[in-house]
């Protein structure tokens, strides 16, 4: 759906792409430039327990040509309360798929809540409306704020707290991922010539950055490579190989 | 509304409370404390021009017996474009009664969305259910997020986004001062023991942390002591006096 290449003389408009280094948000990335969005992505530096994130998304800022490129700072962790923020919390491996709809101690309290008011504070500045997220629905690992309902509830709040929605109930959240399978999310992003060798997934990567390969996240992410037929490019650690 | 006075032997219920070192938020404490609850104070440094609203909102927990106080740091202030947040934006003064409705340059996009996002977050850490703002719809300086509008809307995402919320929408925020003037909270805060030479509004005092008088906020609370006929401890600025 490139809705604005058919008026190839007007200005692109702009977006903020919430970029987590995964390959949702890549490939949200991806599908927003390909709508002739100017992007400026926006990454969250949230207390994480490990930094590989963050350097696949200035890689990925870089490399697919986004229009600014930002790292927020905001310690969410030190609240505590989440296995991705507290060291003192174990990453759960090897889950059963029966117990995946489950909110797993992996889930940081009310985080795309916050990254999404964020990203709407930083549109405004920007004079944007549209933001795009990689929320989804099938494979969300059992968070809350992951599902549509949750997405439609935020845009209601978003045009009541701007200026924007005061001026008409403008902004619009894209989840262009929201119904499609791991699977899917990898042709789609392939089909676009995403290159997933740059983004990283595991919730508890050795120090190189290696996926364990046994977190939910890279259990999702390698099943979503084998159902899509696309090789997996992730580097796993030497022990799960 | 001493809710929970009738049962003396039960656990005080825990709640968040946002302050921002002004009179209403410091009003709301009180109006909270009195309704039973154990209150954890939420201060947020969003990189304000001036240290003197964190400096209250520190005395004030002090003093009024918080169950803990908290300072988030959160540099919403980066993305510019307010006057609360930029040097190079002034704050505007003696503006016209017409035109307060308005939404003035001193608002900080999304902020109310952004601050009860992270507190709900905070809260659900302390497995509290209930948050308190002081919000305004009367003397509210024309900013979209302080509507009851807003904050219903808020409430129904705050539930869809959390593990509370999902066990049955028990999240509450409550607005204690949403339909009243600034005179009636006075008089209710008075009424309360508040002390309100320890809180600050204006948002350009001088070095000292003495209010010029003359912003929105200043204007508005001073006509609110004013009309309460309540003696304003307030410390002006000489040049103003």
Sequence with gaps: MPELAHNPDSAPRHAVVLLSGGLDSTTVLAIAQDQGYLCHT???DYGQRHRHELAACTRIAQQMGAGSHR??????GQFGGS???SSSI????DRDEAHMDDIPVTYVPARNLVFLSIALAFAETLNATDLFIGVNAIDYSGYPDCRPEFIE??????????KFGVEGGKIKVHTPLIDLTK???????S????DYSMTHSCYDPDETGAACGRCDS?????SGFEAAGVPDPTRYTASHA
Excluded: H, W, Y
Aim: proline letters at 2%; hydrophobic letters at 55%.
């Design 42 to 44: 926006l990454a969250f």
């Design 71 to 76: 790292v927020f700072t905001i310690d969410i």
């Design 83 to 85: 296995a991705l923020t």
């Design 90 to 93: 174990e990453v759960p491996k």
């Design 153 to 162: 509830s935020f845009m209601l709040t978003a045009n009541l707290a701007t």
């Design 183 to 189: 699977a899917q999310i990898i042709q789609r992003g």
């Design 191 to 194: 089909a676009l010539g995403v």
């Design 218 to 222: 890279c259990v999702l992410r390698r």
